[in-house]
């Protein structure tokens, strides 16, 4: 499974209606009526593209897998501080969700399922591809462990602690809305006050708290 991948302007319609209504509904209460509809063809041209629903939500998650890894992987391959990296990271993350918020629930949708998609499509992704952006972070978290930049941390409990944080705030926003209804007044305005705090909050949650002793005895 590799990233370049062309797809028509048609397949790209359909891609982000069927995102749209499966976000919504889930595989199993999508209608391809619904789909056609939210796309703007008809059912019988949806048809001649994808075959079935199961195979156009497969489809829709090898599209926005993809696409979501090709965006987050290219930054953490760049030559930079680490904070810098883990500041890149917090905006590309939260940039995609801002644009596209029906991939935090899909991926919900399809976890609460047991991953019975996605999961065998990560481990081929994983087994293709030597530079993917969970691999990539990983590396650079202990890159960065190795030179001093940032305490002992368990490399994968911090991509988990960074992604999380990152996507509860899209998952969450109905109910936090209620809670601070400004953030409903100023959404855009809300998600670059939420990268600043998540990086600032992370990254000084990871470095050293005094600068490491360089003394020798």
């Known amino acids: 499974m590799t990233d ?18 499966f976000s919504r509904k889930g595989k ?3 209608r391809m009526q619904e789909i056609a ?24 998650f090898s599209h926005v897998f993809r696409e979501f890894m090709g965006a987050l992987r290219d930054p953490l391959k760049e030559e930079s501080s680490f904070p810098e990296i883990l500041r890149r990271f917090i905006d590309g993350f939260m940039s995609i969700h801002a644009e596209h918020p ?3 629930r899909l991926w919900v949708l399809e976890n609460l399922s047991g991953a019975p998609v996605v999961g065998p499509m990560l481990k081929q992704y994983l087994e293709e591809n030597a530079e993917t952006a969970p691999r990539l972070f990983i590396e650079r978290v202990q890159s ?8 002992a941390v368990d490399p994968f409990h911090t991509f988990i602690t960074v992604i999380g944080a990152c996507v509860f705030f899209f998952l969450a926003f109905p109910t936090l809305s209620s809670i601070n209804p400004m953030l409903a007044m100023d959404r855009d305005g809300a998600i670059e006050e939420r990268k600043k705090h998540l990086f600032d909050i992370l990254y000084n949650g990871l470095a050293f708290r005094h600068a490491p002793s360089t003394t020798t005895t």
Do not use: C, M, P, Q
């Open 28 to 30: 199993d209460g999508a």
């Open 144 to 151: 960065a462990i190795e030179a001093g930049e940032i305490r």
């Open 4 to 21: 370049a991948l062309a797809y028509t302007e048609t397949e790209e319609r359909i891609f982000d209606a069927a995102l749209k209504v």
């Open 37 to 60: 509809e939210e796309a703007g063809i008809n059912k019988a041209l949806l048809h001649y593209y994808f075959r079935s629903k199961d195979r156009l939500y497969r489809a829709v």
């Open 102 to 104: 029906e991939i935090s």
